[in-house]
């Protein structure tokens, strides 16, 4: 009896080693799944440590890798999930009963393990979203083999001709400013060939006088995003040789720049239309990629430049924070001359936010923020409203008179004022978001209220008549929605995100032919014009795949765009005054304005 029963427990252990004793219990077969599971995170998980505790200097490289895969992940989940919600609401419960089951086998889990997500680990599950994301990601190939095809090398495509420009020097502006876009859509070969121009044929020995504002923004900035994205050290080299060209330019008597250098020459100079001065946006908006640049070469003199030109402002800075747009680089005395969010102003209030937050908001860079929040004063002063719409807008300003104009460049200021929100108390952060998204209400309207649905260069305003066009081409500008994306990231109301696929909707109606996306000579009749601006691919197009990728792509906390939409990575800062210059190491990931002429 004894012997028999001893057989039959024996048996009956063994069964538990019979596949086909789980194949007939599926739950049990789950159950053994899910445990081997959980024994191979915990090895795994224990490994990590032991691998960090015996190699520390490989922890930032396995870092890197796995965000590279986790950027992967994040841009290509979405298109396999169709019943998203559904799906998960599933598969918690099951999960749920699976670990009720492992806990009355005696495994010892975390409470509630499905209901206890934290917030920011949860990544919304949105059709909508997928298949928009997917329509601009669509579109940036499409613009991008059209400019492989017609112009590759060359600085811009001109789509109907069926040819390439030179209108940047020969600095191959198009590549360099869509290789970070390539880079967050995933799109690997393009970025990698991309890249290889980049190190085989990209020269900046040009005899060419080129834009200190621009090289700086599209070929600096693009370079070192690219940089920070890839690790790969030859954006560095180059972002670095092109720096050491424009350097020069800061070489007057008050520090603030000329604003264009001869690259192969380095003799600057100012444009004739100018009457010698210098331009506020294009003196005020290095700071962001100098300061970068110094952080990731440890060298402090594209720092030290940059910086330098914003002491002088203090200088001058008036009570209201609004600076005329020339400035006199000799004496660094602001000249006679419009105030304006719009062209050759704007990205100068921009880049005093921006620096402030690159800065890890310390109280190195506190008086980038107090300049700020002074020139946000001067704004508020300069808004009014429409009839009978109540449409709000952003006046101009010469000497004591107002110009009831606002361009659309100065539509980044939405974004901006939500971006810069936060740092105010609660009044005054509601305050500045309000008119955040009265801007944006405006700036979306002037789209839709063309026949195209897309918007003119600028707009008046005038009693009972609500606005209408100034000057009416679209050079496919990106600043609507940019700070449509800002505010849905910063609110989460998904009507910022109905508002940019309406704008989407309309370049893909009037802007794309065969060979590319084109600007529009005229939004009321439609006539186009020849040229693909390359902010397009580095800045409208980007804004838009962000607008329907969780915000955890390029997270706000830890990157900062400049103005041509290239996202820098924050580097942490030792210490509360955050004055030391850090070398910064890239992050790797393996995937993931301005002043544009008519064409």
């Known amino acids: 009896m004894a012997r028999r029963s001893s057989s039959s427990s024996s048996s009956g252990a063994w069964r538990y080693l019979n596949p086909a004793y789980y194949l007939k219990r599926p739950k049990r077969l789950a159950l053994l799944f899910f445990v081997f599971v959980a024994a191979t995170f915990a090895f795994w998980d224990r490994q990590s440590l032991v691998s960090e505790h015996e190699c520390p200097s490989c922890v930032r490289v396995n870092e890197g890798i796995v965000f590279s895969q986790e950027i992967l992940v994040t841009a290509h989940v979405f298109d396999v999930i169709t019943d998203g919600k559904s799906e998960i609401s599933r598969l918690r419960n099951e999960i749920n009963q699976l670990h009720g089951q492992l806990r009355k086998a005696g495994v010892l889990l975390e409470e509630n393990p499905a209901t206890e997500i934290p917030r920011k680990d949860l990544v919304e599950i949105d059709p909508i979203n997928n298949e928009r994301r997917e329509k601009v990601k669509e579109a940036m190939l499409h613009a991008w083999n059209s400019y492989v095809k017609y112009a590759w090398g060359m600085d811009e495509l001109q789509p109907q001709s069926k040819n390439g420009v030179n209108s940047f020097g020969g600095l191959g502006a198009t590549l360099v400013d869509s290789l970070d876009t390539l880079y967050i859509m995933g799109l690997r070969d393009e970025f990698q060939k991309a890249r290889d121009w980049v190190a085989e044929s990209l020269s900046f020995d040009k005899d060419y006088d080129a834009s200190v504002f621009e090289t700086t923004i599209r070929v600096v900035g693009g370079l070192l995003s690219a940089y920070d994205m890839s690790g790969d050290k030859v954006f560095l080299e180059k972002a670095k040789d092109i720096a050491d060209r424009l350097l020069p330019a800061w070489d007057t008597t008050s520090g603030i720049p000329y604003n264009s250098i001869n690259l192969a020459h380095g003799r600057a100079h100012n444009f004739g239309w100018t009457n010698g001065d210098s331009i506020l946006a294009d003196s005020g908006t290095e700071q962001l990629e100098f300061i970068a640049l110094s952080q990731r070469t440890g060298d402090p003199k594209y720092q030290l430049k940059a910086e330098n030109v914003i002491r002088q402002l203090q200088k001058i800075y008036p009570s209201d924070g609004l600076l005329p747009i020339y400035i006199n680089p000799q004496s660094g005395q602001a000249s006679y001359s419009t105030i304006t969010f719009g062209a050759m102003g704007d990205s100068f209030y921009e880049y005093l936010l921006k620096v402030w937050i690159q800065g890890n908001k310390t109280e190195s860079v506190k008086h980038y923020r107090q300049m700020w929040e002074t020139s946000m004063e001067g704004l508020i002063s300069l808004t009014r409203q429409t009839t009978p719409s109540n449409y709000t807008y952003i006046c101009e300003k010469s000497g004591g008179s107002l110009s009831h104009k606002m361009d659309e460049l100065a539509c980044f200021a939405p974004g901006m004022l939500a971006l810069g929100a936060s740092g105010y108390g609660p009044e005054k952060a509601k305050q500045i978001m309000n008119l955040a998204e009265e801007l944006a209400r405006t700036c979306y309207n002037f789209y839709q209220t063309t026949p195209t649905k897309l918007a003119g260069e600028n707009y008046y305003f005038h009693a009972e008549q609500d606005m209408n066009v100034g000057t009416s081409w679209n050079i496919l500008r990106p600043e609507t929605v940019e700070s449509l994306m800002y505010l849905w990231r910063l609110t989460g109301n998904k009507t910022y995100q109905d508002w940019g696929w309406d704008i989407f909707e309309a370049f893909e109606k009037n802007s794309r032919i065969a060979s590319g996306y084109v600007g529009l000579r005229d939004v009321n009749s439609g006539e186009k014009d020849d040229k693909m ?49 850090e070398t910064a190491k890239p992050v790797v990931r393996p995937f993931g304005r301005k002043q544009g002429k008519q064409g």
């Open 533 to 581: 601006q390359t902010f397009f691919l580095a800045e409208t197009l980007k804004y838009l795949y962000l607008l329907f990728s969780p915000p955890s792509v390029v997270s706000f906390d830890e990157w900062v765009f400049n103005t041509e939409a290239h996202p820098l990575r924050i580097v942490p800062t030792h210490g509360s005054n955050g004055q030391s210059i």
